[in-house]
């Protein structure tokens, strides 16, 4: 993840700034790499999601959907097709998801105040599966000033407006398109207006 300030990665003092997958979202919850528990990345990443359907396992162990899920390896887009198809416990597992990063993402946003939230890869192409669900979350978790106005870009496809492959990873809302090289853009971006003199920059790699 990362932050993009006057379309410039901003890397913070240490180069790590930007770390959103590491708010916590539940002091019990999940143990992460990190060390920590609850992180938000334990509940809205590939991994996370794999965590999630085996705690519905252990609620629901007979459940065919999900016994086939993990048998597979947790196929993304068959959880998609379930999904579009009505299967109710596959629309619970996106809403909980999308739930929790909504809840992320009004975290951060009542420090940061973005423009928009930017999304590429990952659980992103579940599209308005989960996207939708985390959009209301939000918005019911922010502040009253902030309600509706920091947008999630999606096409009209309920996916992210963009492609890895374009070598772009956001066009935003006043028409600027910030460049980034293939292969080192975050997963997870914001875009904010604030004088870049008194944000300072550290070029160092993440």
């Keep these: 993840s990362g932050l993009i300030i006057r379309g410039k990665v901003f890397y913070g003092h240490d180069g790590f700034a930007g770390e959103l997958g ?18 938000l990345e334990m509940y809205v990443s590939a991994k996370g999601l794999k965590h999630t ?25 068959k959880m998609d097709e379930a999904f579009d198809a009505g299967i109710d416990i596959i629309q619970e597992i996106y ?32 599209k308005h599966r989960i996207l939708n669900f985390a959009k209301k979350s939000m918005n019911a978790n922010l502040l009253g000033f902030q309600k509706n106005n920091i947008k999630i870009p999606k096409d009209k496809k309920g996916a992210p407006p963009f492609s890895i492959d374009d070598n772009i ?19 997870f971006i914001f875009q904010r207006t604030i004088s870049p003199e008194k944000a300072p920059n550290k070029a160092t790699s993440v």
């Excluded at 085996?54 to 597979?72: F, H, I, Q, W």
């Excluded at 956001?170 to 853009?185: I, M």
């Design 95 to 126: 809403e909980f998801t999308g739930n929790i990063l909504g809840q992320g993402l009004a975290q951060a946003s009542t420090i940061l105040s973005p423009e928009a939230f930017i999304f590429y890869g990952g659980l992103s192409n579940a």
């Design 169 to 187: 990873f956001h066009t935003s809302t006043e028409g600027k398109v910030l460049e980034n090289p293939k292969n080192s853009a975050p997963e």
């Design 22 to 39: 590491h708010i916590i979202i539940d002091p019990k919850g999940r143990i992460c790499n990190c060390g920590k528990r609850g992180c």
């Design 53 to 77: 359907i085996d705690d519905y396992l252990s609620r629901y162990p007979n459940d065919k959907t999900l016994l086939n899920l993990r048998v597979n390896n947790v196929d993304g887009k």
